[in-house]
Nanobody, 127 residues
Framework: QVQLAESGGGLVQAGGSLRLSCAAS????????MGWFRQVPGKEREFVSS????????YYADSVKGRFTISRDNAKNTVYLQMNSLQFEDTAVYYC????????????????????WGQGTQVTVSS
């Protein structure tokens, strides 16, 4: 059982920055693809970004490409999401996710492709 805990959300003005963190309970986090998703009320959870086990490849939704950066520190069992140039449309609850099952690929954007989730952290961008 992998436990994930997000932190770093908050209220920020448009154009500002936030850094989200996702702390994992296991030291084996380096064996997992990690992802960030977000969700607003009434909409499905959407893919934001993911990172491979070793951190050598990263993937982004088109809506955040060039503004968000995902990274990981496996020694600290932590994954980060640096969010710059935040826009009102980025307002959502952000979730960290871990894919622990066997992976044929290193790129998964569907929420059903991930096995464990954090409780989420609210990001609110004021316009």
């Amino acid at each position: 059982q992998v436990q994930l805990a997000e932190s770093g959300g908050g209220l920020v003005q448009a154009g500002g920055s936030l850094r989200l963190s996702c702390a994992a309970s296991e030291r084996t986090i380096g064996s997992y693809i990690m992802g960030w998703f977000r969700q607003v009320p009434g909409k499905e959870r959407e893919f934001v970004s993911s990172i491979t086990k070793g951190g050598d490849r990263t993937y982004y939704a088109d809506s955040v490409k060039g503004r968000f950066t995902i990274s990981r520190d496996n020694a600290k069992n932590t994954v980060y999401l640096q969010m710059n140039s935040l826009q009102f449309e980025d307002t959502a609850v952000y979730y960290c996710a871990a894919r622990t099952r066997y992976s044929f690929s290193d790129y998964y954007t569907a929420s059903r492709s991930y096995d464990y989730w954090g409780q989420g952290t609210q990001v609110t961008v004021s316009s």
